[in-house]
């Protein structure tokens, strides 16, 4: 949450718990990790993954896992969406990777993040590594 709140004056935060929803017994998918409001009252939601990717694929196969990973967190995400009533300007799909990965695999993600923002212009993408190796791939 703290790299998506860099440079924003946050009104509110929602942790993941204030979030989750269920219907017949059962919890929507999708949840968000957080949410919070900026000043101006603007809503953005944030949905953290550690994405599979493991040393010596290809970077076909990279593309590959990364799209898997984007779209069904996208696609649950915005199941959650369905059901709640938050209205988030920006619902961002924050991926860490577990390391550097080829420029063409990371622009292969942005491509298809402009395609899901043609029909649903609330999601944004980020990819990240954490600065310590290995900090969230023990």
Do not use: N
Request: aromatic share 8%; hydrophobic share 45%; glycine share 6%.
């Amino acid at each position: 949450m703290a790299e998506c709140t860099q440079g924003v004056e946050v009104r509110r935060m929602w942790s993941e718990l204030e979030m989750v929803r269920s219907f017949g017994g059962c919890m929507i998918p999708g949840t968000p990790d957080g949410m919070f409001e900026d000043w101006d009252g603007a809503l953005t939601c944030v949905q953290v993954v550690r994405v599979p990717l493991v040393a010596g694929l290809s970077p076909e196969c990279m593309q590959e896992v990364l799209a898997q990973t984007i779209l069904t967190k996208v696609v649950k995400s915005q199941q959650w969406l369905r059901v709640c009533q938050a209205t988030p300007c920006d619902f961002v799909i924050f991926c860490w990777l577990p390391f550097e990965i080829p420029d063409d695999v990371g622009e292969s993600a942005e491509v298809l993040m402009q395609r899901v923002r043609e029909l649903d212009p609330r999601f944004s993408l980020r990819l990240r590594v954490p600065a310590q190796a290995g900090a969230l791939f023990p």
